[in-house]
């Protein structure tokens, strides 16, 4: 059974960083697209970044230049750097990962999930 645990959310002041993990488990990490997706109060669930394997990444535009995604796969570990962060930054995080190697960007995509991470951006 897969099992994604998210971690390394709180609150910073606008500008500041943080860096969100997600622990992977149940079977082999190395093969499958991890994404970062987050839900804002009222809001739909919003693509934020995924990679690949070997390290191929894709980004909301919204994410662009100030957020950072990463594995390793030796720790079955996902990772997201955010920085420069705005209060519209706030939201739960989730990490998700796909059934297979092709990078999405679609929620639907995504076959397990965390539980999520709750980040909030003060001003």
């Known amino acids: 059974q897969v099992q994604l645990v998210e971690s390394g959310g709180g609150l910073v002041q606008a500008g500041g960083s943080l860096r969100l993990s997600c622990v992977a488990s149940g079977r082999t990490f190395s093969r499958y697209v991890m994404g970062w997706f987050r839900q804002a109060p009222g809001k739909e669930l919003e693509f934020v970044a995924a990679?690949?394997?070997?390290?191929?990444?894709t980004y909301a535009d919204f994410v662009k230049g100030r957020f950072i995604i990463s594995r390793d796969n030796a720790k079955n570990t996902a990772t997201l750097e955010m920085n420069s962060l705005r209060p519209e930054d706030t939201a739960v995080y989730y990490c998700?990962?796909?059934?297979?190697?092709?990078?999405?960007?679609?929620?639907?995509?995504?076959?397990?999930w965390g539980q999520g991470t709750q980040v909030t951006v003060s001003s």
């Open positions: 990679i690949s394997w070997i390290g191929s990444s």
């Open positions: 998700a990962q796909r059934d297979n190697g092709d990078l999405r960007i679609g929620g639907r995509d995504y076959a397990y």
